[in-house]
């Protein structure tokens, strides 16, 4: 079974600096695809970015990136220059692309992040 | 990216009564749609996933016949809480998946049902 862990509760950042929103994961697939999704207060879950288990370059996507160590089996986003803005849920997400799995995300608990001013 | 709607964002109804939430792809064809469930301040939960001409595939500890799930069309996917109860009180949100390369899911705003 697919696991997806985010060990960050929540936490502050202060505009315009970095923050890094860790995401471990647990599978034995060979083949699967990892996503980052934002959930502001509203509750709509808006897309931010997408890493393949065998693309060998990390994902870009404006100011986020993904930082993806296979071996290590994490796929930490990276927001650089926090907008007030980017407070909101994360959520990390993983789908196994066996056929069997139906292409189904297994979503980690989420990180709130708050921006400070 | 694609958009995906959801109505009604908001309803409120009495115990015993039936809800129908619908989601559509706006853009593109889902050929499966996915429903969630998510309480406050959990992470989402796979409810079921909806393909479009056949029946439903739920997930284990989800009732089919409390929720009903009909996928009749490649843009329309309806979610039916049958005899709500307060317990059912909950965000449902659906998400169809794309047709790019990363087969990303797109989701809908979601519903906030209110059982009283």
């Known amino acids: 079974a697919q696991k997806i862990t985010q060990t960050q509760p929540g936490m502050f950042v202060q505009e315009k600096e970095a923050v890094t929103l860790d995401c471990t994961y647990d599978t034995s697939d060979q083949s699967y695809g990892l996503f980052w999704y934002k959930q502001p207060s509203s509750g709509e879950m808006i897309f931010l970015i997408y890493?393949?288990?065998?693309?060998?370059q990390n994902a870009t996507e404006g100011r986020y990136s993904l930082n993806f160590q296979k071996a290590r089996k994490s796929a930490n986003l990276v927001i650089s220059a926090s907008q007030l803005g980017d407070s909101a849920m994360y959520f990390c997400?993983?789908?196994?692309?066996?056929?069997?799995?139906?292409?189904?995300?297994?979503f980690g608990g989420g990180t709130r992040v708050l921006v400070k001013p | 990216g694609a958009v995906v709607s959801q109505h009604p964002s908001r309803v409120i109804c009495k115990s015993g009564t039936s809800v129908k939430i619908e989601c559509r792809s706006l853009d593109f064809q889902a050929t499966t749609m996915f429903w969630y469930r998510q309480f406050p301040k959990q992470s989402l939960m796979l409810m079921a996933t909806?393909?479009?001409?056949?029946?439903?595939?739920?997930e284990q500890g989800v009732e089919k016949d409390k929720f009903l799930i009909n996928h009749a069309s490649l843009t329309l996917s309806t979610l039916t809480v049958t005899s709500a109860h307060p317990e059912d009180s909950s965000f449902y949100i659906c998400?169809?998946?794309?047709?790019?390369?990363?087969?990303?899911?797109?989701f809908g705003p979601g519903t906030r049902l209110t059982v009283l």
């Open positions: 998400s169809a998946r794309g047709t790019a390369k990363t087969d990303t899911q797109y």
């Open positions: 890493q393949g288990s065998y693309d060998e």
């Open positions: 997400a993983m789908r196994d692309r066996s056929k069997a799995a139906g292409n189904k995300l297994t």
């Open positions: 909806s393909n479009e001409g056949s029946k439903a595939t739920y």
